[in-house]
């Protein structure tokens, strides 16, 4: 049965720029289970425009690379407490500013993403601490930057339970260094241009995926994806996979797919989200 949510605006965790209503929270309605609902931690796209952060996946108007759906209402329509707050440049903590001014701004390579990360994860804390979620089945999910920002939190905390992480995974060799990249940086991690990349000492990105072993992880890409070219993915997934595999249960703890699209979250995408998180929450 499907259920409505209550929509709740809430304090934000940190911020740079104030501004009204920068995270909410989506609490099913309905009789709560014994131990609480389940919770998905939802972490919104980049998509080079700024002015939205949570709105882009929850209420009216989401982006057009959604497909007219707003996952987090999709969400708590089917039982999860949802919570999704405007990362730092984006919605209420917009900046004037450009990326590489922001960058600049916060201490250079690395900062912003340092701090992108420490709200992530006080968001899964803030889900910890409400009464009416089960602290044993929280989820974190994204698209694009989101799943970024989701499958790098799940390799770091062994306290979520599961990853949905769609058409955000390459190389270092493929992937696009450009202003975008500013807030993806990790420093120790993942090189701040290209040109490093030589220098060695840097971790891949199925590397620290892998990480998230042996817990479940929903990986989803687009065969015609521009931005992560298939290919790419392709040498990911056999790495992650391999690591799965060694703690014997590859099949049904890691599960990589393709869809027929380019860069994109449509309807069976949402679809696989749901079967995914009621198999493993």
């Not at 270092?172 to 040109?195: A, E, F, T």
């Amino acid at each position: 049965m499907r259920l409505s949510a209550i929509l709740i605006c809430l304090v934000c965790l940190s911020a740079c720029v104030r501004g009204p209503q920068p995270d909410c929270l989506l609490v099913p309605k309905g009789e709560m289970p014994a131990k609480g609902w389940p919770a998905v931690l939802l972490l919104h796209d980049h998509g080079a425009r700024y002015e939205k952060g949570w709105r882009k996946v929850i209420g009216e108007n989401p982006e057009p690379y959604y497909n007219g759906m707003a996952i987090g209402d999709s969400l708590a329509a089917h039982g999860y407490v949802v919570y999704c707050a405007d990362a730092l440049y984006w919605g209420s903590r917009r900046s004037s500013l450009s990326q590489q001014a922001f960058s600049d701004s916060l201490g250079g390579a690395g900062e912003w993403y340092q701090r992108v990360i420490q709200d992530d994860a006080a968001g899964i804390e803030h889900l910890r601490s409400l009464p009416y979620v089960d602290t044993a089945r929280i989820a974190v999910a994204g698209f694009s930057y989101g799943a970024y920002r989701a499958w790098n939190l799940a390799a770091q905390d062994r306290r979520i339970k599961a990853c949905i992480a769609a058409h955000w995974m390459t190389t270092l060799s493929q992937n696009r260094y450009n202003d975008s990249w500013l807030c993806m940086v990790r420093r120790g991690i993942y090189p701040p241009h290209k040109n490093a990349i030589a220098e060695g000492g840097w971790r891949e990105f199925y590397e620290v995926a892998s990480e998230i072993s042996p817990r479940p992880f929903l990986l989803q890409y687009g065969l015609h994806d521009k931005l992560f070219p298939a290919s790419a993915t392709d040498s990911c997934i056999h790495y992650i996979d391999s690591v799965y595999s060694q703690c014997g249960n590859a099949e049904k703890n890691f599960q990589p797919e393709a869809f027929d699209c380019g860069h994109e979250m449509r309807h069976e995408h949402l679809q696989k989200w749901l079967l995914f998180l009621q198999k493993q929450l």
